[in-house]
C-alpha cells in the first residue's frame, strides 16, 4: 500500500454530517477527492474546516489532467510535500503534527515512518546505479536529497 493510502481525514464523522453525505475516511480515496475536496459541498463546511479543505485542493488538486482528481497528481505532490517537511529536519510525529495543521489530516507516526525508511533506500539504489553508470551529476543531486531525508 502506498503512503497515500493511509492519510487519513481528521473529523471525518463530522465533516460527513455537515456536507450530509458520506465518505470514506481515507483522503486519497477517490470518492473523497470527489466528495470533500472537489464537490459543491464545501460551501456547508464550517469555516475552520474549509479553510483546510481549500487549501488542500489548491496545493494538490490543481493540475488540469482530463482524469483529474484521479489522474495520480495529487498523490504525487502529497508525497513531495512529505519528503519536503523531512528535509526541513522533521520526524515522523512532527509530521504528522504539520499535516494536521495544514490540511485537517492524520496518518500514523511509524506509517511515515515506514515511507521514509523507503524512500531513502530507494535513493540510495538510485545512487548506486548512478555510481555505475559514472553518472556523476545524477549521483550527488540523488545523494544529496538521500542526506536531507537521513538526517
Ligand atoms: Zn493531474
Known sequence: ????DKIYVKNHRQLA?????SFP????????????FSGDGIAKLD????????DF???????????HP?????????ISYLLELRA????????????????????YPGDI??????SVRTLEAAERLADVDSRKKAGERIGQRRRELSR
Do not use: W
Open 1 to 4: 500500500m502506498a503512503i497515500t
Open 17 to 21: 454530517s455537515q456536507l450530509d453525505t
Open 25 to 36: 475516511k481515507s483522503a486519497f480515496s477517490g470518492a473523497t477527492l470527489d466528495i470533500l
Open 47 to 54: 469555516d475552520a474546516s474549509r479553510d483546510r479543505v481549500l
Open 57 to 67: 485542493a489548491e496545493d494538490f488538486l490543481d493540475c488540469n489532467c482530463q482524469g
Open 70 to 78: 484521479h489522474c495520480g497528481c495529487p498523490e504525487r505532490k502529497f
Open 88 to 107: 526541513q529536519g522533521l520526524g515522523p510525529e512532527g509530521i504528522v503534527d504539520v499535516m494536521g495543521d495544514d490540511y485537517m489530516l492524520y496518518a
Open 113 to 118: 515512518l515506514s515511507f521514509l525508511d523507503d
